[in-house]
């Protein structure tokens, strides 16, 4: 079963790798913060698969700061910048 | 099987891990350089998790992407207000 | 039992790499923002969400499968918040670009 949990690990790999063109060159902010999402959801899902192939179970407390980290930096990142009326 | 899906597995992490570091360094807007940043910390927690390191992946991901990025991401943004008022002086009356 | 579990997980996993790779596509090939938010938003959790279906048999006791759960409501709940806030911030932008 570990082969398997590899290969779908390198499947997804290659996923967010595609996902980052779009992060790097995205023409608008809002594409690159929506790659920003791609890569913490993705990368839940390869921290997971590698914790069942190499059977460490704390990797899923690592995707649990993965989970939190994608939600706070989303935000931190769609944060309206306050005008100097408002400051 | 495992050992060349490994290998194809570590490449592919090492490749987009250098990838990444440069296009934060060479990023010419500040909050774009700080989204790289954040993403190149991810990338590296799943560098340490492959390492069989879960405890550094945690303070990785915790520390050097979440609470690194945020307080880089507020410097950032003052940066820019402070650029932005300099460039514009308001009319309202020079400070004597 | 065990070749059961083995095609249980094999399809579930696969199915969720499927939900990740359309989810890719949409990013890299549809033309807007709110279609390419539209794609990926929804095809990457329930893409998590299968491969957590598929991972479940294999986890150690009940409490690595209650945090395997848990993990992916937390992604649901922060997925479909932070694509309202991208959405709105797009919509609201007041011409301002997102990031600038």
């Known amino acids: 079963m570990t082969d398997f949990w590899l290969a779908a690990a390198l499947c997804l790999l290659l996923t967010m790798a595609l996902g980052l063109v779009r992060v790097m060159r995205g023409p608008s902010g809002g594409d690159r913060i929506l790659g920003v999402q791609l890569l913490g959801t993705a990368g839940i899902a390869v921290l997971l698969l590698l914790g069942a192939a190499f059977d460490m179970p704390a990797l899923a407390d690592v995707a649990l700061i993965f989970a939190l980290l994608a939600a706070v930096s989303v935000a931190a990142l769609t944060r309206r910048r306050l005008t100097r009326e408002d400051s | ?96 | ?100």
């Open chain 2, 1 to 96: 099987m495992t050992a060349p899906l490994l290998l194809a597995f570590d490449l592919i992490l090492i490749a987009t891990l250098l990838a990444l570091a440069s296009a934060a360094l060479l990023a010419r807007d500040a909050r774009h350089a700080v989204m790289l940043f954040i993403l190149f910390g991810l990338w590296l927690a799943l560098v340490w998790a492959r390492l069989g390191a879960p405890d550094v992946a945690l303070a990785e991901a915790a520390i050097g992407a979440g609470l690194g990025g945020a307080l880089m991401l507020a410097a950032a943004r003052r940066a820019a207000r402070a650029a932005a008022r300099d460039e514009t002086p308001d009319t309202s009356g020079e400070t004597p």
């Open chain 3, 1 to 100: 039992m065990e070749m059961t579990l083995q095609l249980w997980s094999m399809l579930c996993v696969g199915a969720g790499l499927f939900f990740f790779a359309v989810g890719t596509l949409g990013l890299l090939r549809l033309p807007d923002l709110f279609s390419r938010l539209h794609a990926l938003t929804k095809a990457d959790n329930l893409g998590l969400g299968l491969v957590i279906l598929g991972l479940l048999p294999w986890a150690g006791d009940g409490f690595q499968v209650l945090k395997l759960t848990l993990i992916w409501l937390l992604v649901l709940l922060g997925g479909a918040t932070g694509a309202h806030l991208i959405a709105k911030r797009a919509l609201r932008a007041d011409g301002e670009e997102m990031l600038e």
